[in-house]
């Protein structure tokens, strides 16, 4: 209520102030997992595009050869032999420990080894993240395991 000096009273100010606090314990929570969000999305955007391509390159040998051929694992690595440009970096992955290599993977959710990037299954065409990432909890939450090398 405005009095007629214009000023508020200091149970107006307070209550406002307790509103902005209880807008802002709120909402700041939902904003710690951007960051996590954007890997997953960026992850996954890669995957389709690597799976699509190795399906493409797969199609075209049986439509030319008649015989189902998966690229080997130098072939996927090589610029215009199955993708158009350089591997992506996996998000997930130090950038230190070279985020766009592929290894050959064996089983889909197991990481090969130290060095990260990507896992490739040439019998088959899968691929998969080669990390395992687990961020710390908040709170009364634990840490979390993102588990992108199963997807």
Same mark, same amino acid.
Request: with cysteine; hydrophobic share 40%; charged share 15%.
């Given at each position: 209520?405005?009095?007629?000096?214009? #000023?508020?009273?200091?149970?107006?100010?307070?209550? =406002?102030?307790?509103?902005?606090?209880?807008?802002? /314990? =709120? /909402?700041?929570?939902?904003?710690? &997992?951007? !960051?996590? %969000?954007?890997?997953?999305? @960026?992850?996954? /955007?890669?995957?389709? $595009?690597?799976?699509?391509?190795?399906?493409?390159? &797969?199609?075209?040998?049986?439509?030319?050869?008649?015989?189902?051929? *998966?690229?080997?694992?130098?072939?996927?690595?090589? =610029? #215009?032999?199955?993708?158009?440009?350089?591997? !992506? %970096?996996?998000?997930?992955?130090?950038?230190?420990?070279? !985020?766009? /290599?592929?290894?050959?993977?064996?089983?889909? $959710? =197991?990481?090969?080894?130290?060095?990260? @990037? *990507?896992?490739?299954?040439?019998?088959?065409?899968?691929? *998969?993240? &080669?990390?395992?990432?687990?961020? !710390?909890?908040?709170?009364?939450?634990?840490?979390?395991?993102?588990?992108?090398? &199963? *997807?």
């Amino acid at each position: 209520m405005l009095y007629k000096n214009g #000023g508020y009273t200091l149970i107006e100010v307070v209550m =406002v102030i307790i509103v902005l606090g209880i807008l802002a /314990s =709120v /909402s700041i929570p939902s904003f710690k &997992n951007i !960051p996590i %969000q954007a890997k997953k999305s @960026g992850c996954k /955007s890669t995957l389709g $595009g690597f799976r699509q391509a190795i399906s493409i390159y &797969n199609v075209d040998n049986i439509v030319t050869t008649g015989i189902s051929l *998966w690229p080997v694992l130098d072939t996927l690595s090589t =610029v #215009g032999a199955v993708m158009d440009h350089e591997i !992506p %970096q996996n998000p997930f992955q130090d950038k230190s420990n070279a !985020p766009d /290599s592929i290894v050959e993977g064996f089983t889909m $959710g =197991v990481v090969v080894g130290t060095r990260g @990037g *990507w896992a490739y299954k040439p019998s088959t065409g899968e691929i *998969w993240p &080669n990390t395992n990432t687990t961020i !710390p909890g908040s709170g009364c939450g634990g840490p979390v395991n993102i588990n992108e090398n &199963n *997807w």
